[in-house]
């Protein structure tokens, strides 16, 4: 255990109160800093997340742990709740050892936005600490990616002027007053979008404060899709409106903001950030800030979000009651599954809930709030015990008003039912009448249809002349029974001519009464007949059977057009590239990130773009190619500093390891070479 340590202040980083430690211990090196806290002289520290806090925490006493630190000296809240449970466990996990993956565990690595090349502090902020605790600190919040200005003085923050890139690899940086610019303390910065990063920075040290484990992103999912269905942007049970959405979220932002913060969005377009976080978050890590941007388009904040309610569906979470009131159970929870359908060509969700008892009800979403559990739109289904309830009131001679009452449902549907009681030969005949025409006027009609459209009929028909109507309109089951009786009586015939000639008719009576059927509809419904004859009288069934359809395909693309837009940007865009202050490798996939083309990234329909695809592979870059040309511009920048190179330097600067350095080393000479004559 340590004799002695530099105890953090406020919202300090452990990187901070390491420097102040290593400053106060009077170690020469500091090395010999890390030997002491880490046992180990060879870590490279983390400005943002820190590592080996297991052996760390060892070394500082009782009075710290693994988990205070990762709370309150990183920044890691600021990731937390955009996290799933499983990363988080991961990354309590990675903090312990050498915490190499987790960069990549919170979407660092792929989704960069506004990386600090430095450290940052608000003067105001600094004075302040001089004040009360002698000497300034690295505040986290001052720290965090996307986030400009300071939440509690709400003014731009500063750059220290010590580059930990030009500092040593093993070094802590220690805030020095000497080097900070403290003056000006109140004047006011003007930006145009000052309003908005001001309420990001408060939403982001908000973060901060909270404890790790009370979000994740899978319950912040759930609050996204609650002010979704508030706000009327989901589509069906799942669909976003995303053409709509996008717009919406793209005018609330000024001109440029999004731009500047990195998150572009556009209307068209497919893998979009903002559709992939409503969507696929459990795939990929959405940085925080792309989070905090749509918390203040739906005009939230930490708090608020706290307070939101996780989205159930447009029905609640089950079970639902049972609105039978014939029923012993009547308003139980004794439902346990809803069938959510939309209605056709609209945007209406319907949710139909069934019984064991045969009661079923259906009612238009979503659920406004917990009182709409209990109401229904229509009934599909009554059951048994609601027939019976009906029955024994009609014959107790009870008034259609109180019946209706009584079972909770409209006067209309006990008259209606009530008549459809009473059988006469007139109202038997009136009925059969009303079948026949409707036969003659839709001859291609099923039985399903009938029930549909004239539902009373039918049902009389059903209940007081059901031989008649099983003649007159039999169900598909019964139609399917006999042919199936047909099939086995031919069976049993030795003459297979007969078996031909009977699945012939079959066929042809089915084509003259559906003339528009399909191949595939015909084999749906007379499967056992197209099959034989398929098999045994293949000539006459394909010459009768109707030609086949071939899907129509329209290609509108014109990929010659294409090809040379395509050409045309990456032309424009990779002269930026190559002059970036930090350089990066050239590869498809970054010019598929930066100009918005998915098909550059993946080579799809890359044969179709041949000038595309010839200038990528003139221009894009090996690792080797990336290496040599960014040691060259470190060659370059040596020699406007010291006009000499050291090699051992040139490889740390670059990231370059050491296998690697020792095979581009000639070229490097060469190049060196070149410079000096």
């Given at each position: 255990?340590l004799?002695?340590?530099?105890?953090?202040?406020?919202?300090?980083?452990?990187?901070?109160?390491?420097?102040?430690?290593?400053?106060?211990?009077?170690?020469?090196?500091?090395?010999?800093?890390?030997?002491?806290?880490?046992?180990?002289?060879?870590?490279?520290?983390?400005?943002?997340?820190?590592?080996?806090?297991?052996?760390?925490?060892?070394?500082?006493?009782?009075?710290?742990?693994?988990?205070?630190?990762?709370?309150?000296?990183?920044?890691?809240?600021?990731?937390?709740?955009?996290?799933?449970?499983?990363?988080?466990?991961?990354?309590?996990?990675?903090?312990?050892?050498?915490?190499?993956?987790?960069?990549?565990?919170?979407?660092?690595?792929?989704?960069?936005?506004?990386?600090?090349?430095?450290?940052?502090?608000?003067?105001?902020?600094?004075?302040?600490?001089?004040?009360?605790?002698?000497?300034?600190?690295?505040?986290?919040?001052?720290?965090?990616?996307?986030?400009?200005?300071?939440?509690?003085?709400?003014?731009?923050?500063?750059?220290?002027?010590?580059?930990?890139?030009?500092?040593s690899?093993?070094?802590?940086?220690?805030?020095?007053?000497?080097?900070?610019?403290?003056t000006?303390?109140?004047?006011?910065?003007?930006?145009?979008?000052?309003?908005?990063?001001?309420?990001?920075?408060?939403m982001?040290?908000?973060?901060?404060?909270?404890?790790?484990n009370?979000?994740?992103?899978?319950?912040?999912?759930?609050?996204?899709?609650?002010?979704?269905?508030?706000?009327?942007?989901?589509?069906?049970?799942?669909?976003?409106?995303?053409?709509?959405?996008?717009?919406?979220?793209?005018?609330?932002?000024?001109?440029g903001?999004?731009?500047?913060?990195?998150?572009?969005?556009?209307?068209?377009?497919?893998?979009?950030?903002?559709?992939?976080?409503?969507?696929?978050?459990?795939?990929?890590?959405?940085?925080?800030?792309?989070?905090?941007?749509?918390?203040?388009?739906?005009?939230?904040?930490?708090?608020?979000?706290?307070?939101?309610?996780?989205?159930?569906?447009?029905?609640?979470?089950?079970?639902?009651?049972?609105l039978?009131?014939?029923?012993?159970?009547?308003?139980?929870?004794?439902?346990?599954?809803?069938?959510?359908?939309?209605?056709?060509?609209?945007n209406?969700?319907?949710?139909?809930?069934?019984?064991?008892?045969?009661?079923?009800?259906?009612?238009?979403?979503?659920?406004?709030?917990?009182?709409?559990k209990?109401?229904?739109?229509?009934?599909?289904?009554?059951?048994?015990?609601?027939?019976?309830?009906?029955?024994?009131?009609?014959n107790?001679?009870?008034?259609?008003?109180?019946i209706?009452?009584?079972?909770?449902?409209?006067?209309?549907?006990?008259?209606?039912?009530?008549?459809?009681?009473?059988?006469?030969?007139?109202?038997?005949?009136?009925?059969?009448?009303?079948?026949?025409?409707?036969?003659?006027?839709?001859?291609?009609?099923?039985?399903?249809?009938?029930?549909?459209?004239?539902?009373?009929?039918?049902?009389?028909?059903?209940?007081?002349?059901?031989?008649?109507?099983?003649?007159?309109?039999?169900?598909?089951?019964?139609?399917?029974?006999?042919?199936?009786?047909q099939?086995v009586?031919?069976?049993?015939?030795?003459?297979?001519?007969?078996?031909?000639?009977?699945?012939?008719?079959?066929?042809?009576?089915?084509?003259?009464?559906?003339?528009?059927?399909?191949?595939?509809?015909?084999?749906?419904?007379?499967y056992?007949?197209?099959?034989?004859?398929?098999?045994?009288?293949?000539?006459?069934?394909?010459?009768?059977?109707?030609?086949?359809?071939?899907?129509?395909?329209?290609?509108?693309?014109?990929?010659?057009?294409?090809?040379?837009?395509?050409?045309?940007?990456?032309?424009?865009?990779?002269p930026?590239?190559?002059?970036?202050?930090?350089?990066?490798?050239?590869?498809?996939?970054?010019?598929?990130?930066?100009?918005?083309?998915?098909?550059?990234?993946?080579?799809n329909?890359?044969?179709?773009?041949?000038?595309?695809?010839?200038?990528?592979?003139?221009?894009?870059?090996?690792?080797?190619?990336?290496?040599?040309?960014?040691?060259?511009?470190?060659?370059?920048?040596?020699?406007?500093?010291?006009?000499?190179?050291?090699?051992?330097?040139?490889?740390?600067t670059?990231?370059?390891?050491t296998?690697?350095?020792?095979?581009?080393?000639?070229?490097?000479?060469?190049?060196?070479?070149?410079?000096?004559?």
């Amino acid at each position: 255990m340590l004799p002695f340590f530099t105890d953090p202040y406020p919202d300090e980083l452990i990187y901070s109160a390491i420097s102040r430690f290593h400053f106060y211990s009077g170690n020469i090196s500091f090395v010999e800093t890390l030997e002491e806290l880490f046992q180990s002289r060879s870590i490279v520290p983390s400005i943002e997340f820190g590592s080996h806090f297991s052996t760390l925490v060892q070394k500082l006493g009782k009075n710290y742990s693994v988990e205070s630190l990762l709370s309150n000296n990183t920044i890691y809240p600021y990731f937390a709740p955009f996290t799933t449970i499983e990363r988080q466990k991961k990354v309590y996990e990675d903090v312990q050892t050498n915490g190499q993956a987790i960069h990549g565990r919170l979407g660092i690595s792929s989704g960069k936005i506004c990386r600090k090349d430095g450290l940052y502090y608000c003067s105001m902020c600094s004075d302040k600490d001089i004040k009360i605790y002698g000497e300034p600190y690295i505040h986290r919040e001052h720290q965090l990616q996307g986030i400009d200005y300071c939440p509690h003085h709400e003014l731009m923050l500063k750059k220290y002027p010590v580059d930990y890139k030009d500092f040593s690899r093993h070094g802590y940086i220690r805030f020095d007053r000497r080097h900070m610019d403290l003056t000006n303390l109140k004047e006011i910065e003007s930006s145009e979008f000052k309003e908005i990063q001001v309420k990001l920075a408060k939403m982001a040290y908000r973060l901060l404060q909270m404890p790790i484990n009370q979000l994740s992103v899978e319950k912040v999912h759930l609050k996204y899709r609650t002010l979704l269905r508030e706000n009327n942007w989901i589509m069906t049970n799942s669909r976003l409106k995303r053409e709509e959405l996008f717009k919406a979220f793209i005018s609330k932002f000024p001109k440029g903001f999004l731009e500047k913060y990195e998150s572009p969005l556009r209307v068209e377009g497919q893998n979009q950030w903002l559709q992939v976080m409503l969507t696929n978050y459990l795939r990929y890590s959405i940085h925080p800030f792309r989070h905090l941007l749509l918390l203040y388009f739906f005009n939230q904040d930490i708090d608020s979000l706290l307070q939101i309610n996780e989205d159930d569906g447009p029905f609640g979470s089950g079970p639902w009651p049972c609105l039978n009131k014939a029923a012993k159970h009547y308003k139980d929870l004794v439902i346990s599954e809803v069938k959510i359908k939309r209605r056709d060509n609209t945007n209406v969700l319907v949710g139909k809930f069934s019984c064991s008892c045969g009661f079923e009800y259906t009612r238009i979403g979503p659920d406004k709030d917990e009182e709409d559990k209990w109401r229904k739109n229509r009934i599909t289904g009554y059951g048994n015990a609601w027939e019976e309830k009906f029955d024994k009131l009609v014959n107790m001679n009870i008034s259609p008003k109180k019946i209706a009452f009584e079972l909770d449902v409209s006067l209309r549907t006990i008259t209606n039912r009530i008549a459809l009681k009473v059988t006469t030969p007139k109202l038997t005949e009136k009925f059969r009448a009303e079948l026949l025409e409707w036969r003659e006027n839709f001859p291609n009609s099923n039985r399903k249809q009938f029930q549909t459209e004239l539902k009373k009929t039918f049902t009389y028909l059903y209940k007081n002349d059901r031989e008649w109507l099983d003649v007159n309109l039999p169900s598909q089951r019964d139609t399917n029974r006999i042919q199936l009786n047909q099939i086995v009586n031919l069976n049993d015939k030795d003459n297979g001519e007969n078996r031909i000639e009977h699945f012939r008719s079959l066929l042809l009576e089915s084509m003259r009464e559906c003339p528009d059927d399909t191949r595939t509809k015909l084999w749906k419904k007379l499967y056992t007949a197209c099959k034989y004859l398929s098999e045994n009288d293949k000539e006459w069934f394909d010459a009768n059977l109707p030609l086949k359809r071939r899907a129509k395909t329209k290609n509108t693309t014109d990929w010659n057009l294409r090809d040379q837009e395509y050409c045309k940007k990456i032309k424009q865009v990779y002269p930026e590239l190559t002059a970036l202050e930090k350089p990066v490798r050239i590869t498809r996939t970054l010019f598929s990130k930066r100009l918005n083309i998915f098909n550059l990234a993946i080579n799809n329909h890359i044969e179709k773009l041949p000038k595309t695809n010839k200038l990528l592979n003139e221009i894009t870059e090996t690792v080797r190619e990336f290496q040599i040309r960014r040691c060259c511009k470190a060659i370059d920048q040596m020699f406007e500093q010291t006009n000499s190179v050291g090699f051992e330097k040139l490889r740390e600067t670059c990231a370059v390891s050491t296998k690697h350095f020792k095979e581009i080393k000639p070229l490097l000479e060469e190049y060196i070479s070149k410079k000096q004559m």
